[in-house]
Nanobody, 132 residues
């Protein structure tokens, strides 16, 4: 099982950008479906984006409608690192962002990112705050 550590959160003004990083330790990273979630106080954890390796160098990605066109998920399998590039940030993007992993589910790009219960490994989160 992987161990996940997020970083890169911070405070920005609306319209700004941040890049989140999630470093994984453990075996077989390439085989894991990786994802970013976010959560605000009193609300359920919301899926943001997911990515799975396909073939030797390809990837399958899936995004929540609310972030499509603004956020981009990517991964570096050699360095076991997951990224979330967030552009044109809005105040409603303010949340704690979590990295998640699972080796028990295969991503379908025709569907939205899988919900939280599909994942069996989580990081501790990094806070993103967007001011208007």
């Amino acid at each position: 099982q992987l161990h996940l550590t997020e970083s890169g959160g911070g405070s920005v003004q609306a319209g700004g950008s941040l890049r989140l990083t999630c470093v994984a330790t453990g075996d077989a990273y390439r085989l894991y479906l990786m994802a970013w979630f976010r959560q605000t106080s009193g609300k359920e954890r919301e899926e943001v984006a997911a990515i799975q390796s396909e073939g030797a160098t390809g990837y399958i990605t899936s995004y929540a409608t609310s972030v499509k066109g603004r956020f981009s998920i990517s991964r570096d399998n050699a360095n076991q690192t997951l990224y979330l590039q967030m552009n044109n940030l809005k105040p409603e993007d303010t949340a704690m962002y979590y990295c998640a992993a699972t080796d028990l589910y295969v991503l379908d790009p025709k569907n939205p990112p899988p919900p939280a219960w599909r994942y069996n490994t989580w990081g501790r989160g990094t806070q993103v705050t967007v001011s208007s």
